[in-house]
T-cell receptor, first 116, second 115 residues
Framework: AQSVTQPDIHITVSEGASLELRCNYS??????LFWYVQSPGQGLQLLLK??????LVQGIKGFEAEFKRSQSSFNLRKPSVHWSDAAEYFC??????????????FGKGTHLIIQP | GAVVSQHPSWVICKSGTSVKIECRSL??????MFWYRQFPKQSLMLMAT?????????EQGVEKDKFLINHASLTLSTLTVTSAHPEDSSFYIC???????????FGPGTRLTVT
């Protein structure tokens, strides 16, 4: 069974500083990896995804993530955070067996706090 | 981009009653939709996979008789929480799979409170 681990429950970063959110996954086949952001009272927004190809993936809002198969990791990075980035971030893994996506398995989330 | 809506956005019901939550894909047809549950400050847990025209597939531990799922059309899936109890209070989120990209688009969620 697949699983996703986000080891950091909370992270506090100063505005303008760089950010890295960690994600490790366990999956038997080729994983399809996602990062979502959830702001209070709002739905999940996809930041970026990795299906195949270039292991460094660019997303929206200046985020990027790097897939490292040897480390089973898909860490999310941003060079300079903004106060509006404060939110809950979820890493997720899924499959494309049978030509269609399966439901996603989510990590427990990392709560990002931005200090002024 | 693809938009998924949910209705209602929040609902309060009395213990023992049933509640129906709708999930609609507004600008694409989705043969597959998913239902998730999120407890406060916790992650999303997949409850079931809803396939148009066939029975839903439930994850282990999810009571299919309690959480009835119907996917009657390519743009609508419904989740009915039957005989709701306070422990069913949660945030229910649906997603619809794009047949073009297999990407899931998430609805804004429905907050259910059972009193």
């Amino acid at each position: 069974a697949q699983s996703v681990t986000q080891p950091d429950i909370h992270i506090t970063v100063s505005e303008g500083a760089s950010l890295e959110l960690r994600c490790n996954y366990s999956y038997g086949a080729t994983p399809y990896l996602f990062w979502y952001v959830q702001s209070p009272g709002q739905g999940l927004q996809l930041l970026l995804k990795y299906f195949s190809g270039d292991t460094l993936v660019q997303g929206i809002k200046g985020f990027e993530a790097e897939f490292k198969r040897s480390q089973s990791s898909f860490n999310l990075r941003k060079p300079s955070v903004h106060w509006s980035d404060a939110a809950e971030y979820f890493c997720a893994v899924g499959a494309m067996e049978g030509g269609g996506a399966d439901g996603l398995t989510f990590g427990k989330g990392t709560h990002l706090i931005i200090q002024p | 981009g693809a938009v998924v809506s949910q209705h209602p956005s929040w609902v309060i019901c009395k213990s023992g009653t049933s509640v129906k939550i709708e999930c609609r894909s507004l600008d694409f047809q989705a043969t597959t939709m998913f239902w998730y549950r999120q407890f406060p400050k916790q992650s999303l847990m997949l409850m079931a996979t809803s396939n148009e025209g066939s029975k839903a597939t439930y994850e282990q531990g999810v009571e299919k008789d309690k959480f009835l799922i119907n996917h009657a059309s390519l743009t609508l899936s419904t989740l009915t929480v039957t005989s709701a109890h306070p422990e069913d209070s949660s945030f229910y989120i649906c997603s619809a799979e794009s047949p073009a990209t297999y990407e899931q688009y998430f609805g804004p969620g429905t907050r259910l409170t059972v009193t």
